[in-house]
Each structure stands twice: as structure tokens, then as C-alpha cells.
């Protein structure tokens, strides 16, 4: 089973400014066809998780460009960029590469 | 509208069943793998389940292998999770979500099983 790190696990962030996420698995993501097998999603309060990024840099369908997905192998980064107040919630990667899907332990994101 | 709702979550004793069903609509789930995902209280996500296109392929998490049976009805556009010996560790809330771009890309609701006496 591929075991999925995130950090940190809590992040308060000014409305605005940046924020990153990191997200380690325990092994490479990367599949032979060049794809990186990492996604992202976000659960905001209340609500189901929505997917912001799959194979690791690509967003979904109506997520804004203020969201971006970096990193290839076994090391991910999810940056935010001008954090908005719609933006607090859980984000948690997930490997796609093999099953079991894993999670992270989720990184809560609150405003100051 | 795409959407996934699930149903058949409740209060149930320990060694129970139940029976929950996820119905499609605006898309037909012929054409896409589909899972089931929990979140036991306060905690974060796992996934539990997967079916294949026709129903041919099943994979279980290991903590329900032997316990729980993914099945689908294509022509009712629908996913059934079928629960046994359930226990208290079973707790949470269940989501159905669709496989698209090798990530879940639609999510339902969830509905809520406790396991109690």
C-alpha cells in the first residue's frame, strides 16, 4: 500500500497572500506513460470532497487558476495563490497509481 | 445536472447489515469505473470499493474484504454497497464518487451509517 504524507497539517493563511501544501507518497507516482497519478481534492465545511487537480498539474473542470499542482515521483506541492475566504477547508492528495487509492491525513486551511 | 446521491445509510447494531445505493444522474455510469469512499467522524477519507465499467472487476479495502460486496446496475444507473458483520469501526459517512482522469471527478452527498447498541 502506498502510504501518502501531507504537510503541514494545519495552515492559516491572510487573504491574499499564498499557500502551499506538501504531499509525499512512499512510492514514485509517476507511471511509464509520463503521468503523474496524484490528485487533489478539497472538502470544504459541510460538503463533499470536490477534485481540484488529477495526474498531478491538471485542474478540473471550473476550478480557478489561483490553484496549481507541482511535482513529479513521490514529492507534490499545492499551491494556492491569493487565498480567499471560499478557500477554508480539508485538501487532501490521493494517489491514483495503484489500489488501494490512499489518502493523505488531509491539511485543515483556515483564514486569520 | 451530474449528480450521485446516495441513500440507505442508518442506525444499525453491531453484526448488522445494510444495504446502501447510490443513484446516478446526468451521465450514465456505463462508461466509468465508480467507488465508494468513507469518512468515519472527525477523520479523513478512504477509500473502500471499486467496480469496474460492467460490474466484472471488484476491489475491496482490506479492513471490508469478506464483509462488504460493490455491485452495480447499469441499467438502473445504479451502485449498491452491500454491508455485513458490520461493526463499530464501520462508522461514517459513505460517499459514492465517479472515476474520470484517474481521480474521482464527481462526488455525491453521502449518506451516514452508525454502527451501535
Known amino acids: 500500500e502506498i502510504v501518502m504524507t501531507q504537510s503541514p497539517l494545519s495552515l492559516h493563511v491572510t487573504p491574499g497572500e499564498s499557500a502551499s501544501i506538501s504531499c509525499r507518497s512512499s512510492?514514485?507516482?509517476?507511471?511509464?506513460?509520463?503521468?503523474?497519478?496524484l490528485n487533489w481534492y478539497l472538502q470544504k465545511p459541510g460538503q463533499s470532497p470536490q477534485l481540484l487537480i488529477y495526474l498531478g498539474s491538471n485542474r478540473a473542470s471550473g476550478v480557478p487558476d489561483r490553484f496549481s499542482g507541482s511535482g513529479s515521483g513521490t514529492d507534490f506541492t499545492l499551491k494556492i495563490s491569493r487565498v480567499e475566504a471560499d478557500d477554508v477547508g480539508v485538501y487532501y492528495c490521493k494517489q491514483a497509481l495503484q489500489l488501494p487509492y490512499t489518502f493523505g491525513q488531509g491539511t485543515k486551511v483556515e483564514i486569520k | 445536472e451530474v449528480q450521485l446521491v446516495e441513500s440507505g445509510g442508518g442506525l444499525v447494531q453491531p453484526g448488522g447489515s445494510l444495504r446502501l445505493s447510490c443513484a446516478a444522474s446526468g451521465f450514465s455510469i456505463t462508461t466509468y469505473w465508480m467507488s465508494w469512499v468513507r469518512q468515519a467522524p472527525g477523520k479523513g477519507l478512504v477509500w473502500v470499493s471499486y467496480?469496474?465499467?460492467?460490474?466484472?472487476?471488484?476491489t475491496y479495502a482490506d479492513s471490508v474484504k469478506g464483509r462488504f460486496t460493490i455491485s452495480r446496475d447499469n441499467a438502473e444507473n445504479k451502485l449498491y454497497l452491500q454491508m455485513n458483520s458490520l461493526r463499530a469501526e464501520d462508522t461514517a459517512v459513505y460517499y459514492c464518487?465517479?472515476?474520470?482522469?484517474?481521480?474521482?471527478?464527481?462526488w455525491g452527498l453521502g449518506t451516514v451509517v452508525t454502527v451501535s447498541s
Open positions: 512510492q514514485s507516482l509517476l507511471n511509464s506513460n509520463g503521468n503523474n497519478y
Open positions: 467496480a469496474n465499467n460492467d460490474g466484472s472487476t471488484k
Open positions: 464518487a465517479r472515476h474520470a482522469m484517474s481521480a474521482f471527478d464527481i
